[in-house]
């Protein structure tokens, strides 16, 4: 299958500051991208879909002006947490979709906000 | 009513024995099916997708679709300890922009 690479992996950061989380995919490109939240014991929650080139559409009720999405090329989107707070730790996975293909997830970020 | 609706579990299952996991749907527009593996701290892995109805069958997975009925499941067949993980459901509508909705997961253990 396709492969999806995240980075960093895990991040600690102090109240305030902001995260920046790239994702890309290896050997393919990916005509859209996908940023989700996942909580302890909870399913995925969609943030945004992002397409190369355009501007990303949020899931009602993710703020924009917190969770900045790029995606500037087709193997490459990232997710800024801007200002971060405590209730934004959380563990956030990308996906990447060729053209007329599933979904396939990167490893996924551990972010914990002190 | 959640749109995509599964069993939380833990759905205990001996080893070798078939895991049976099922998931309904809300939305008759769905198209797409998929299921995917997930392992504690690990994000999700893709297992199999079907998008007609009937049975897919793919090595010891078997995913099973009922549009009249909204469901699908999937069949794990010898299973193994190695299986035990939360498996999510997730679905794509017609127009939802290839958008998955995932099912909150059910938690599969495989015993000795």
């Known amino acids: 299958g396709a492969v999806v690479s995240q980075h960093p992996s895990r991040v600690i950061c102090k109240s305030g500051t902001s995260v920046k989380i790239e994702c890309r995919s290896l050997d393919f490109q990916a005509t859209t991208m996908f940023w989700y939240r996942q909580f302890p014991k909870q399913s995925l929650m969609l943030m945004a879909t992002s397409n190369e080139g355009s501007k990303a559409t949020y899931e009602q009720g993710v703020e924009k002006d917190k969770f900045l999405i790029n995606h500037a090329s087709l193997t490459l989107s990232t997710l800024t947490v801007t200002s971060a707070h405590p209730e934004d730790s959380s563990f956030y996975i990308c996906s990447a979709r060729e053209e007329r293909s599933s979904q396939f997830f990167g490893p996924g970020t551990r972010l914990t906000v002190l | 009513q959640k749109e995509v609706e599964q069993n939380s579990g833990p759905l205990s299952v001996p080893e070798g024995a078939i895991a049976s996991l099922n998931c309904t749907y809300s939305?008759?527009?769905?198209?797409?099916f998929f299921w995917y593996r997930q392992y504690s701290g690990k994000s999700p892995e893709l297992i199999m997708f079907i998008y007609s109805n009937g049975d897919k069958e793919d090595g010891r997975f078997t995913a099973q679709l009922n549009k009249a009925s909204q469901y699908v499941s999937l069949l794990i067949r010898d299973s193994q300890p190695s299986d035990s993980a939360t498996y999510l459901c997730?679905?794509?509508?017609?127009?939802?922009?290839?958008?998955?909705?995932f099912g909150t997961g059910t938690q599969l253990k495989v015993e000795l």
């Open positions: 939305d008759r527009g769905s198209q797409s």
């Open positions: 997730a679905v794509t509508v017609t127009g939802g922009g290839n958008k998955l909705t």
